[in-house]
């Protein structure tokens, strides 16, 4: 490994946004450690050397040192709406990741949670209540802004010490890059996940962004 590559730890990199934020990794030249429950099923070409599998399900996963250990980064885009109607499987996993990464002195973690995910101890602004309200309830993802809420609770009363960054996505489809977001506290675009991936990667060695839970929109 060369002094200029990192290796990064992706949660979710077989998902929509997860797919291309480890592409991008690789094409970047670094390194990525992934954790699926499945390998047969990830779709990356396995014989790259940067790419280490390390099996297992966020559910109950035991083993932190060995996941965390040499990284330099920590980016999580996870999410099942499913599993999360009934549990908060993404803050029990983030509890038990955080006391593996100050042992092992990683400090840059990036959590990919939802455009309608409440900011902490304030409310949403009234139309994206709303949606939240009527849209996400209708389609079962109330529990995933909660597991999401669960999360950022965590890292701002407990997790001071770690350089976290959350990015409160508002993702609609796969579609071909629509432009370049950038981050703020307000405005919000319906971003491709390709656009998500990309933003979330220069989030990571972004600063001024640690200990922020901002949304993104695109730049005209």
């Not at 949606?131 to 809420?149: C, I, M």
């Not at 770690?162 to 508002?170: L, P, Y």
Request: aromatic content about 10%.
């Amino acid at each position: 490994m060369t002094n200029s590559q990192k290796i990064f730890l992706v949660l979710g990199g077989t998902g929509r946004t997860g797919r291309h934020f480890v592409n991008k990794v690789l094409q970047e030249g670094h390194r990525v450690r992934l954790l699926v429950q499945n390998t047969k099923k990830v779709e990356y070409n396995n014989t790259n050397l940067n790419m280490e599998l390390v099996q297992g399900s966020i559910i109950d996963f035991e083993n932190f040192d060995e996941l965390v250990q040499d990284v330099d980064y920590i980016a999580s885009m996870l999410g099942n709406a499913q599993l999360q109607k009934n549990e908060n499987i993404n803050a029990n996993f983030v509890k038990k990741l955080m006391p593996a990464m100050r042992k092992h002195g990683v400090k840059r973690f990036l959590y990919q949670a939802g455009g309608l995910t409440r900011p902490y101890n304030q409310n949403l602004p009234f139309l994206m209540w709303i949606v939240k309200n009527t849209l996400a309830r209708y389609y079962g993802l109330l529990g995933q802004h909660r597991d999401n809420e669960t999360v950022l609770k965590y890292l701002v009363e407990k997790a001071q010490d770690i350089e976290w960054i959350v990015h409160r996505a508002a993702l609609i489809s796969d579609a071909p890059s629509k432009g370049t977001l950038i981050r703020s506290k307000t405005k919000t675009s319906m971003a491709t996940f390709v656009d998500c991936a990309h933003y979330n990667y220069r989030l990571l060695s972004d600063d001024t962004a640690i200990h922020t839970y901002d949304l993104s929109y695109y730049f005209k």
